[in-house]
C-alpha cells in the first residue's frame, strides 16, 4: 500500500495570517464608517434605508385630541330617518370625490355648483337609501368624537362630543332652483 498525505490546496499555504487579520480588520472598519456615515441621515438607520428602523423617525407624534366627521341625515315625505355617510354616496370608493359633492352642497360661495351638488346627492342618495317613499330633505351635520389613544377602540363612534347641524335643504329647494 502507497503512503498518501493529503496536502493542503496551494493558495492556502501561500496565504499569511497576518495579512487575513489585517484584511477582516479593514473590512470591520469600512462596515463601522459606513453605519456611522449612513446613521447620520434621518430616514435610515445603520445601513438600512427603511424608516422602519431608523432612529429618528421612530418618535411618535400624539394623536389630536378630538376628531370630526360629516354626516347626513336623510328625512324622507313619511318622516323616516336614514344615516348616511359622504363615502357611502358615489358607489365607487372615491372618498375625497364624495366629500368635496357633499362640501360644495352646503357651500353657498358659487350658487351654481351648489345647485349642481345638491341634484347630484338628491338623486345619489335616493338611489341609496331604497325607499317607497321621496327624500323631503337632506340635512349635514358636523359630529365630533374626543380621542382617547389608550382606549380600544380609541374613538367612540356611538357616543359624538358634539352635534352640530351645518345646513339643510330639502326638495323644493332644488325645484325652486331650475
Known amino acids: 500500500m502507497e503512503d498518501k498525505t493529503i496536502s493542503e490546496p496551494a493558495y492556502a499555504s501561500k496565504s499569511n495570517p497576518l495579512q487575513a487579520l489585517r484584511l477582516i480588520k479593514i473590512f470591520l472598519l469600512i462596515v463601522v464608517l459606513g453605519m456611522f456615515v449612513v446613521g447620520k441621515r ?9 424608516a422602519l428602523y431608523s432612529g429618528y423617525s421612530a418618535r411618535f407624534r400624539p394623536p389630536e385630541p378630538s376628531v ?27 372618498d375625497s370625490l364624495s ?3 357633499v362640501e360644495q352642497a352646503f357651500d353657498n360661495a358659487n350658487i351654481r355648483v ?9 338623486r345619489a342618495v335616493s338611489n341609496l ?7 323631503q330633505t337632506i340635512q349635514a351635520w358636523k359630529l365630533s368624537y374626543q380621542v382617547e389613544p389608550l ?26 332652483n331650475n
Open 151 to 176: 382606549e380600544v377602540p380609541p374613538i367612540q363612534l356611538q357616543a359624538p362630543t358634539s352635534e352640530v347641524m351645518v345646513d339643510s335643504f330639502s326638495r323644493e329647494d332644488i325645484a325652486d
Open 99 to 101: 366629500h368635496k359633492i
Open 42 to 50: 434621518k430616514s435610515t438607520w445603520p445601513i438600512v434605508s427603511w
Open 114 to 122: 351648489r345647485d349642481a351638488s345638491r341634484r347630484y346627492l338628491m
Open 68 to 94: 370630526s366627521a360629516i354626516e347626513l341625515r336623510v328625512y324622507t315625505t313619511t318622516g323616516d330617518l336614514h344615516v348616511v355617510k359622504p363615502e357611502q354616496v358615489l358607489t365607487l370608493p372615491r
Open 129 to 135: 337609501v331604497h325607499t317607497n317613499s321621496e327624500i
